[in-house]
């Protein structure tokens, strides 16, 4: 109950002081959720144990400040992030802004970030009871974009359980050019013999953007399946505001997420699928609100799944709802485990 109303009284403040104060309550007030886990939604990806496929996407807590407490919450996995080199604060206030009615957020921030030192210092106290994961990110002035990257990884590499490079945020100038093969092949390279020298096996995926035109998207997605990365995060937020209708100028710009992203992120999810199939797992995110939508993404080639714009919403008795649903449509479809519902969607389409 208390959760209910501190929940419900966030949403009637300004967006940007209601996530601070969100974060600031997870550390000093959450409490362990009890949460009964229905069988079957246990499964194993990159020789770790996920109790069930739900798991915190970045961008909720960036700098590494309540992920103990998410996972109190119920939280399978949680992805802090994204992480830059140096301190940055982001773009200029107002830059988050909640669309109720369509049940979505725009967000604007640009990375801003206390920097890999502040989570450095955060991760320490990790004691490996929770999978998580280090999204890492580019300073906006940087002079060497790949560096950033490396940078990231050699200090939080020994904190994580795997590695995320974000090249698809739409909100750091340039950022999602470095989207092709060209740029990425020789960064994977160098993060893949760092791992083997710091932390064998430690997973390195890429978070993708539904943004790109198909051309460059189909030959993105043909290298990936045979490159390194050891999964794909589909998708980050979209800039598209084709399912949004006379939305003001200052709305116009920033990455949109919530149920105006689901159909995108769908789409995207069935071409990484087709394109790689079940060699590299897949973390389906955007527009994922029930447990439906996260059974059927399951279902379209996802092995794991995360959330945010939805918890902003509905909070944590989320996460117990979504379990549920999931376990009545694996039951429904006759499938004992959720290993055994990925990819499902084309059988069934073609039976």
């Not at 957020?105 to 989570?119: L, P, Q």
């Not at 020298?197 to 043909?222: F, H, V, Y």
């Not at 993404?297 to 902003?312: P, V």
């Amino acid at each position: 109950m208390i959760v209910e109303l501190s929940r419900k009284a966030l949403l009637r403040l300004d967006p940007e002081t209601a996530h601070h104060l969100a974060i600031l309550g997870l550390r000093r007030f959450a409490p362990a959720q009890t949460l009964r886990i229905p069988d079957g939604l246990s499964l194993n990806v990159w020789g770790k144990h996920f109790t069930h496929p739900v798991g915190m996407a970045a961008g909720f807590d960036k700098d590494a400040e309540a992920y103990q407490a998410l996972a109190r919450l119920g939280f399978s996995f949680v992805e802090v992030g994204s992480v830059t080199p140096q301190p940055q604060p982001g773009n200029p206030r107002p830059r988050l802004f909640r669309l109720k009615d369509d049940r979505a957020i725009i967000n604007r921030y640009g990375f801003n970030s206390k920097g890999m030192a502040y989570v450095q210092q955060r991760l320490i106290n990790h004691k490996g009871d929770l999978t998580l994961g280090v999204n890492l990110g580019k300073n906006k002035t940087s002079a060497n974009d790949m560096d950033d990257f490396i940078k990231g990884a050699e200090t939080l590499i020994s904190f994580a359980d795997y590695l995320t490079i974000n090249l698809s945020s739409p909100n750091t100038p340039g950022l999602r050019d470095l989207q092709q093969a060209a740029s990425i092949d020789p960064l994977l390279r160098r993060l893949d013999t760092l791992r083997q020298q710091r932390k064998p096996g430690c997973p390195l995926l890429i978070k993708l953007s539904p943004d790109m035109a198909p051309g460059e998207e189909s030959e993105l997605l043909t290298y990936l399946a045979r490159s390194v990365v050891d999964g794909i995060i589909i998708s980050n937020t979209t800039t598209s505001r084709d399912s949004l209708n006379n939305l003001p100028s200052h709305l116009q710009t920033g990455g949109l997420s919530g149920t105006p992203l689901q159909k995108k992120s769908r789409d995207m999810l069935q071409r990484a699928y087709t394109a790689i199939g079940n060699s590299k797992p897949i973390i389906a995110s955007g527009g994922i609100n029930s447990g439906e939508e996260a059974y059927l993404r399951i279902c379209m080639g996802a092995t794991l799944c995360q959330i945010y714009t939805a918890f902003i919403y509905d909070g944590p008795s989320l996460i117990p709802a979504m379990l549920k649903q999931m376990k009545a449509c694996m039951q429904r479809d006759g499938f004992s485990s959720i290993d055994q519902a990925r990819g499902s969607y084309y059988v069934r389409r073609t039976a």
